[in-house]
Structures are given as structure tokens and as C-alpha cells.
């Protein structure tokens, strides 16, 4: 069935990079989504790629997605405090009426 | 502005009380989705409906119940709450095209 898998926890400092990843297993995902969640509070959208696509950057964020190993990641320059949260890849199954599979969340921790 | 409400941010209930968790969305969605989420587990699907009256089981709708008379408002109710039904309920909406959900801020559900 399908799955997604992430990391639990990812600690940097403040100005660095963060990477966060994301596998996958089902290779008709049309839409492959990054959510983020403060304390809380529910999920915001980041950012989403379509699945015929192998890059988007939107400002400080940058999505890779490499569809032949089913990995994609989410890279955040400049890292900030604001920026702790969890982050959360899904992905959607075409023809499943809207419907997403989540991974368990990576908790990113900056340090100031 | 796109917004999804749930009807209470926290709430404590006892042991076999039915509780009744309510989500509104003012966008005009088909669809609407209730997740449960706790820690390491990620989100799962608990119940979706893709139409008013209509309801499909996710991936753990044991002990749940859902209820969708009107289009802008899905229902989850507990028909006797236990306590590993303690959690934090997430309710989400998208449209026909289902490219991205939206999320109600969340309800934490205490049961004693």
C-alpha cells in the first residue's frame, strides 16, 4: 500500500540550511505536498510539485523531488527560529478524491 | 481567505460520553477529511466524504462515527469515548480538483 516516510527530528543552528526528507512509495502520486505545523496550531500549506517536475523554488524554500528513487526533500535556506515547527511531506493519489498520505513529521529545532 | 473552523480548541470528556466534534469550511468544498494526529504517528485518516450525505472509511474509523447533511459542515462524533481515543483531531477540506488540503486548526481531545 502506500506509505510515507520521514525522519523525526532535525536540529540546526540559525543561519544554516535545513534539509528535510521525505520517501515514498506510490509511483502515481500526482501532487507531493510540504506542510508545516507550529505548537498548537493545524497544518499550513508550504509548498506543493507536481510529480512531472524536479524542482521548485519559492523564496527561502526549495523542493526536490527525484521520482526514480521516490525521494523528495525540502531544503530551507537561512534557517530561522521562526522556522520551528513540524514539517510534514504527503503526497495524493490520482483519482483518490483528495485524499493524502502523510509521513509522521520531522520536528525541526533551531538553535539560536 | 480560505478558512476551515472546528468548533472547540480543547476539550475534556469522560469515558463513554458521546462527544460531537464539529468542522465548517466557507469554501464551497466537496470534500472533507477527519484526521487524527499523535506524536511519531503522523496524521491518519479517520474519515472522509467526497458529498453531502456521502462517506467513505479511512484508515482507522474503529470507535468513530462521521455525519455530512450539509456541504460546509462534517461532523466527527465518538459514540463512547475511550481513552486511547485522546488525541489531537484535525479536520481538512479541498475541492473537486483535490490539489491541496486546507486544515482546521485543530481540536485536543482529552478523555478521563
Known amino acids: 500500500g502506500e506509505d510515507v516516510e520521514q525522519s523525526l527530528f532535525l536540529s540546526v543552528r540559525e543561519g544554516d540550511s535545513s534539509v528535510i526528507n521525505c520517501t515514498y512509495t506510490?509511483?502515481?502520486?500526482?501532487?507531493l505536498y510540504w506542510y508545516k505545523q507550529e505548537p498548537g496550531a493545524g497544518l499550513q500549506l508550504l509548498t506543493y510539485?507536481?510529480?512531472?517536475?524536479d524542482m521548485k523554488q519559492d523564496q527561502r524554500l526549495t523542493v526536490l523531488l527525484n521520482k526514480k528513487d521516490k525521494h523528495l526533500s525540502l531544503r530551507i535556506a537561512d534557517t530561522q527560529t521562526g522556522d520551528s515547527a513540524i514539517y510534514f511531506c504527503?503526497?495524493?493519489?490520482?483519482?483518490?478524491?483528495?485524499?493524502?498520505?502523510f509521513g509522521q513529521g520531522t520536528t525541526l529545532q533551531v538553535k539560536p | 481567505d480560505v478558512k476551515v473552523t472546528q468548533s472547540s480548541r480543547y476539550l475534556v470528556k469522560r469515558t463513554g460520553e458521546k462527544v460531537f466534534l464539529e468542522c465548517v469550511q466557507d469554501?464551497?468544498?466537496?470534500?472533507m477529511f477527519w484526521y487524527r494526529q499523535d506524536p511519531g504517528l503522523g496524521l491518519r485518516l479517520i474519515y472522509f466524504?467526497?458529498?453531502?450525505?456521502?462517506?467513505e472509511k479511512g484508515d482507522i474509523p474503529e470507535g468513530y462515527s462521521v455525519s455530512r447533511e450539509k456541504k460546509e459542515r462534517f461532523s466527527l462524533i465518538l459514540e463512547s469515548a475511550s481513552t486511547n481515543q485522546t488525541s489531537m483531531y484535525l479536520c481538512?477540506?479541498?475541492?473537486?480538483?483535490?490539489?491541496?488540503?486546507?486544515f482546521g486548526p485543530g481540536t485536543r481531545l482529552l478523555v478521563l
Open positions: 504527503a503526497e495524493s493519489i490520482w483519482g483518490n478524491t483528495g485524499k493524502l498520505i
Open positions: 510539485i507536481f510529480s512531472n517536475m
Open positions: 481538512a477540506s479541498t475541492g473537486l480538483a483535490g490539489e491541496t488540503q486546507y
Open positions: 506510490d509511483s502515481s502520486s500526482t501532487y
Open positions: 466524504s467526497y458529498d453531502v450525505k456521502m462517506k
Open positions: 469554501m464551497d468544498h466537496e470534500n
